[in-house]
């Protein structure tokens, strides 16, 4: 079962446990805000490539980034109540990562055409990205301790990411049979996505101003990256997000 089918489950199950007596109230707040622990959760692996000249042939370098899930993230946001039940917010993510990829590199024997060398380095790569969110809200107080929020808009979100720059090689003499590395040298590109988001919050409030919740956010986009020959890059961004924090409003 995917993370989503399992959340759109546990959302339903929560509507059917719902008294059905509780009749939804008219929303009233003025402004609201949110803190989250939250969760990025959704894997965004890519591939990179380059072909520089190494012995006066094409020798290839490439990396795999896994970019996993189950990255803690920054979540905070707010907003204000335009009419009746209909609103506009904002809110901020961001989540930095360092991971470890394998830089595989096809390297060319230095005296012999055709006799390609295969080396292997673990390489650490970090990767930041920060988001800008704006939306439309719609809120349903379910009973005066209990409302459902309902967001969608578009995500500005901001990458930065380290990517293979240059590897250094050892060569273990005559013949030539094997080739190390001894260094990947890595530079970070930045890159920016617009991107587009839907999601839901579900508050629990201990006091008529403060209050406890639960909420879920699906941010897709992407956006593309020169690589260090000037290849195009493309890189999904985004994903799922869930999390749960601190409540307030402003009646």
Do not use: C
């Not at 012995?55 to 335009?82: F, K, M």
């Not at 094997?178 to 590109?189: D, E, F, K, P, S």
């Amino acid at each position: 079962m995917s993370i989503r089918t399992a959340l759109v489950g546990a959302f339903l199950l929560w509507l059917s446990a719902v008294p059905a007596g509780a009749q939804p109230t008219e929303w009233r707040d003025r402004a609201f805000a949110s803190g989250n622990l939250a969760f990025q959760l959704t894997d965004r692996p890519f591939d990179e490539l380059v072909t520089p000249v190494i012995y006066t042939e094409r020798a290839s370098i490439a990396a795999t980034h896994p970019v996993a899930g189950q990255r803690l993230t920054i979540d905070a946001g707010g907003g204000i109540r335009v009419w009746r039940s209909l609103g506009v917010g904002g809110g901020i993510t961001r989540f930095a990562a360092e991971e470890m990829s394998t830089v595989v590199a096809r390297v060319p024997h230095p005296t012999t055409f055709n006799q390609p060398r295969l080396a292997t380095k673990d390489t650490p790569f970090r990767r930041t990205e920060s988001a800008i969110h704006l939306h439309a809200v719609y809120v349903v107080p379910v009973t005066p301790r209990l409302d459902v929020m309902l967001t969608a808009g578009p995500s500005f979100i901001s990458v930065t990411q380290d990517l293979v720059q240059r590897i250094d090689l050892t060569e273990a003499g005559p013949p030539f049979a094997a080739v190390g590395i001894g260094n990947v040298a890595t530079l970070t590109r930045q890159a920016r996505a617009r991107a587009i988001h839907a999601g839901a919050d579900v508050t629990w409030f201990l006091t008529p101003v403060v209050g406890f919740g639960v909420t879920a956010r699906y941010v897709t986009g992407s956006l593309t990256m020169p690589l260090t020959d000037g290849t195009p890059l493309d890189i999904d961004v985004g994903g799922l997000q869930v999390g749960w924090g601190a409540r307030i409003r402003l009646r």
